[in-house]
């Protein structure tokens, strides 16, 4: 089974961030510049969450408040189950399941090297599926 560094390695290490003080509007257009769906919460150095447009949708709109006006850190989502690269995809699927989540933080030796998204899962399984079929298909055509 594939493994986390693998989809870190296609799409590239590292995440965007902001500091907790950051705006959710100023998050919103950093996300919608980069075409992405979350930044990672960082704080001189250290990580602390992951704000989502699911979070801006549940947490903001959802309670009357404005994204000019509220930080970041009033809304991110924080203590997530987090990934190592050797971990599966299998074991990102389960957790992002289990806690019905789009987004996990990647870190190796304490450090963070990558977010992984439920978008990357179904690419890599897509990926993998391919694979397999070409392998199927090169196997029949040997046989024949």
């Known amino acids: 089974m ?3 560094s693998s989809i870190l390695a296609r799409k590239g290490g590292g995440a965007v961030s902001v500091t907790p003080g950051t705006s959710v509007l100023e998050a919103l257009k950093i996300m ?8 990672v ?4 150095g250290r990580y602390l969450g992951i704000v989502s447009e699911r979070d801006y949708s549940r947490k ?13 850190s009033e809304i991110m989502s924080a203590g997530l189950p987090a990934l190592s690269p050797g971990d599966s995809i299998d074991q990102c699927m389960t957790l992002m399941t289990q806690h019905n ?8 030796a304490g450090q963070l090297v990558g977010i992984i998204s439920m978008s990357d899962v179904v690419k890599a399984t897509i990926l993998a599926q391919k ?9 029949i055509h040997r046989q024949s």
Do not use: W
Not at 101 to 108: A, D, G, K, M
């Open 2 to 4: 594939e493994k986390i």
């Open 60 to 72: 903001v709109m959802l309670k009357g408040k404005h994204s000019s006006d509220t930080p970041v």
């Open 32 to 39: 919608a510049d980069k075409n992405i769906g979350s930044v």
């Open 41 to 44: 919460v960082i704080d001189q």
């Open 131 to 139: 694979e397999t079929i070409n392998q199927l298909e090169n196997y």
């Open 101 to 108: 989540i789009r987004y996990l933080p990647v870190f190796e």
